[in-house]
């Protein structure tokens, strides 16, 4: 089992950034493809990003291409995801999420997830 604990949300006015961290345990975090999701009250979980095994292939949804940036650090079992022009559409919980699979933006591929972080965008 895999367990993912984020941190790093919080309240920004837009253009602002934020730093995501996901900090994992109980398994080789190397095994694993990392991705990010978010979830806006009253709306399904979205596909964020995602990032290989070696850290090598990058995904990302176009909502927030050019904006945001996924990375990992398997040497401190970590992820991260990089939040630059924040806007107010940006204001979910995040949450992190791992699969033994491809990267992938199916929900449904990936086997853990975290307990989510809240980021709010102000104008």
């Known amino acids: 089992q895999v367990q993912l604990v984020e941190s790093g949300g919080g309240l920004v006015q837009a253009g602002g950034s934020l730093r995501l961290s996901c900090a994992t345990s109980?398994?080789?975090?190397?095994?694993?493809?990392m991705g990010w999701f978010r979830q806006a009250p009253g709306k399904e979980r979205e596909f964020v990003a995602a990032?290989?095994?070696?850290?090598?292939?990058?995904f990302y949804a176009n909502s927030v291409k050019g904006r945001f940036t996924i990375s990992r650090d398997n040497a401190k079992i970590t992820v991260y995801l990089q939040m630059n022009s924040l806007k107010p559409e940006d204001t979910a919980v995040y949450y992190c999420?791992?699969?033994?699979?491809?990267?992938?933006?199916?929900?449904?591929?990936?086997?853990?997830w975290g307990q989510g972080t809240q980021v709010t965008v102000s104008s």
């Open positions: 999420a791992a699969t033994t699979k491809y990267p992938t933006s199916s929900r449904g591929a990936y086997d853990y």
């Open positions: 109980g398994r080789t975090f190397s095994s694993y493809v």
């Open positions: 990032v290989s095994w070696s850290g090598t292939s990058t």
